[in-house]
């Protein structure tokens, strides 16, 4: 287990930090198989005789396991390491498959839920923030485009994933026997993927600094050059504020997302341009696109206008899409479909940009402890988007009301939300110096490989 020690992982001379980010995706890639659950739901259901909501409860498992792992076990990402951390994550995530494998086979569904939901989530968390305060300590000169890099992986990864298990599942059956042999393989092969991250992950030397290379000076007005401990970025309202700038910029975001295809469907029914199912499965597909590209195309752009301009532009253009599609969205296809685009680059943009926000607040002592505290909005937003749309649509449905008028409120809500992440972001400002690591004395060594 020496292997997995921090003090194994640091770098030799001449190590290029351009292989860091490789071992990144090969982790966030994998684990971000959870967003193609949706297609194990209906062979489940049919196999082992589950409601829609049975079916669901894996994957709602795995995600409240995320947050949870994540805050509790970022100081014990911090403390030993990320090659630890991975090796951890891969356990976790490819057991769990194999623990729901023996579940689908045997038909004991709650064998599948502590598999996937359980294991498998909390190889979710641990393996979503591993990579994080590696890259920014690699990349101090582009944090944000080194997290994007890494976080497009876990909103891409169901794009790799999703017809991979359909194939699978088309090949094997959609039996208790071929969704356990599909689950037994993603297992397998999820490992070996993870395992070349293990191998490739380095930490830089104490002190190591990129030849030539300093943040944009446009990003210094919050960018400090302390150290902050993740028991104190508790205690600073900085923290606080940016959890309700994720938690609003997520829960607008994810509303969407939730509810894209049955949206859109009633946005256009009974007009001219009616949506048919599979022009509305493109437009989730096109919104799953918009999330993976956000999340390097924005992030990339904070390193160069800032991260608290980059949330300005998130949650004031967000709040301004929200109302278009309220107000128009119905009078233009295109206009609907382009703004909820933005929405969705937005959601993940603002994933990507959260871990270098935090960088330039905290420093990057135990950033990535902080960024799994700070992960604890993703859950809440999680229950609160859904919930907020698909109450309003229901009360809606109830009332006798059809098409766009089933989502004014929770459109309006939504806006008023993002205004609030919004206020929540020009509060930030620079973190007081009592919330301060004591000053160590560090001669930085500068490398001249980047």
Sequence with gaps: MNYLDRSRT????????????????????????AYAWSVFKPPLESALDLSGTASALPFQLGIVMLGLSAAFGGTLVERNGPRWAMFVSLVCFSSGFLVAALGASTGQYWLVVLGYGFIGGIGLGIGYIAPVSTLIKWFPDRPGMATGIAIMGFGGGALIASPWSTAMLD?????????????????????AFMALGVVLV???????????????????????????????????PQFWCLWVVLCMNVTAGIGVLEKAAPMITDFFAGTSAAVSTSAAAGFVALLSLANMAGRILWSST??????????????????????????????????????????????????????????????????????????????????????????????????????PSLYTTSLTVMTVLLVVGFVANECIRPVHA???????ERTPRVHQDS
């Design 10 to 33: 640091v770098a030799p001379p001449g190590w290029s930090r351009w292989l860091v980010p490789p071992a990144a995706l090969a982790v966030h890639l994998s684990i971000g198989q």
């Design 434 to 440: 009592r919330f301060h690591e004591a000053p160590e």
């Design 302 to 403: 904070s390193d160069l206008i800032g991260r608290k301009n980059m949330y300005r532009v998130y949650l004031g253009a967000g709040a301004l899409m929200y109302i278009l599609i309220a107000r128009l969205g119905n009078d233009s296809k295109p206009l609907f479909v382009c703004c909820a685009l933005v929405i969705l680059s937005f959601y993940g943009g603002g994933f990507a940009t959260a871990p270098a926000y935090l960088k330039d607040l905290f420093g990057t002592y135990q950033v990535g402890a902080i960024h799994g505290r700070l992960l604890t909005a993703w859950s809440t937003a999680g229950v609160l988007g859904p919930l907020i749309v698909n109450r309003f649509a229901d009360a809606g449905e109830r009332a006798g009301h059809s098409g």
């Design 171 to 191: 090949g094997f059956g959609a039996d208790r026997s071929g969704i356990a042999t599909a689950f037994l393989v993603h297992g397998v092969v999820y490992a």
């Design 202 to 236: 380095r930490v830089p030397p104490d002190g190591w600094l990129p030849a030539g290379r300093q943040p944009h000076q446009k990003t210094r007005a919050l960018v400090t050059t302390a150290q902050v401990s993740a028991r104190n970025a508790l205690r600073t």
